[in-house]
């Protein structure tokens, strides 16, 4: 096969969590652009709909849907109605992130830790084990779990500087988390054809968004830190996401793809 061909992903139907936001928008663009069917879900259905009317207005076939990942019930609604309107569900990218608890571990509280872990934990592992019950029966998906460079390596404080900005304790747990569940996923369901990746993105500024960061001395540090001297653009994880979630990483799983400028390289 030519192997431009094995990058497309026509034909096949796609879940994104947290689709509308930060990291979600490129990812929907980037399966659109590839030929796949994308249902942007998020707690958010203005939202989702919004970017799903976006893409359909440069052609593509994209859906907005609500679901709650904090609610088994939203979870078990959901994917129901979605193998329904689309049959297969062949990729699923578990995006969605809670940022509840993004504080030092003496601020933390113990109901603030159980909210973000309803999301970044319950809700990823409930979300994962209704999607791959479909992907075994049917023999095959790809699924890619979006962690953070925070998921290999320990915060580099410095970088925050005055600003008042931090990483917080939940945030890196989540994330180390997410990683290790990627390798366990991707060991027990690869005999029934199911391939899981993770992608660990480096720090994102979304320049001319709503969610810029204004914070000009983080985005200085951060970029002097950065081998490729620069934060990451609402492109760069585009290749990485069409990489796993096509044929041109069939024999790919387990794997945490790494795409954060050369941060982690030092």
């Not at 970017?51 to 679901?67: D, F, I």
């Not at 979006?146 to 890196?172: N, R």
């Not at 660990?200 to 969610?211: A, H, K, L, Q, R």
Request: charged letters at 20%.
């Amino acid at each position: 096969m030519n192997v431009m061909r094995l990058f497309r992903l026509d034909g096949r139907a796609a879940i994104v969590t947290g689709g509308s936001g930060l990291y979600g928008a490129s990812i929907c663009e980037a399966l659109c652009e590839a030929g796949a069917t994308v249902l942007i879900a998020s707690r958010d259905l203005e939202k989702c709909e919004l970017k799903a009317r976006e893409l359909r207005g440069k052609g593509y076939a994209a859906h907005g849907a609500k679901l709650d990942l904090a609610d088994e019930r939203s979870i078990e609604t959901f994917i129901a109605e979605a193998a329904a309107e689309y049959g297969d569900i062949d990729v699923l990218v578990n995006n969605s992130v809670s940022r509840i608890g993004l504080d030092d571990i003496e601020r933390t509280t113990a109901e603030g830790w159980a909210a973000a872990q309803q999301v970044n934990g319950l809700g990823l592992m409930l979300m994962s084990k209704s999607v791959v019950k479909r992907m075994r029966e049917r023999g095959g998906g790809a699924i890619i779990n979006i962690a953070s460079i925070q998921g290999i390596l320990g915060p580099h404080f410095p970088v925050y500087g005055d600003t008042g900005m931090t990483s917080g304790i939940e945030y890196t747990y989540a994330k180390w988390g997410m990683v290790g569940m990627t390798k366990w996923l991707a060991n027990y369901y690869g005999p029934h054809g199911i391939r899981v990746n993770c992608i660990s993105p480096g720090g994102y500024n979304p320049v001319g968004t709503e969610n810029e960061i204004v914070q000009e001395e983080f985005v200085r540090n951060y970029a002097e830190r950065t081998p490729l001297r620069r934060m990451a653009d609402d492109t760069d994880i585009k290749g990485a996401i069409v990489y796993l979630a096509s044929d041109a990483s069939k024999y790919v799983t387990g794997h945490n793809l790494v795409v954060d400028g050369g941060w982690s390289g030092w």
